[in-house]
């Protein structure tokens, strides 16, 4: 199964999150309050 850039969009668009290890952390992409929200998890000091 391929998964588009365009289909991740649209996800995080209607509501949906995603989380993923990148070089062995964790991260976590969403949208919350009307805006997008990304951040390392235990890491409070990156939540943008």
Do not use: Q
């Amino acid at each position: 199964m391929n998964y588009s850039y365009e289909e991740f969009l649209e996800d995080l668009d209607t509501g949906r999150e995603s989380h993923f290890i990148y070089r062995n952390e964790n991260y976590y992409i969403g949208a919350g309050t009307g805006r997008f929200m990304f951040w390392k998890f235990y890491d409070s000091a990156s939540e943008l």
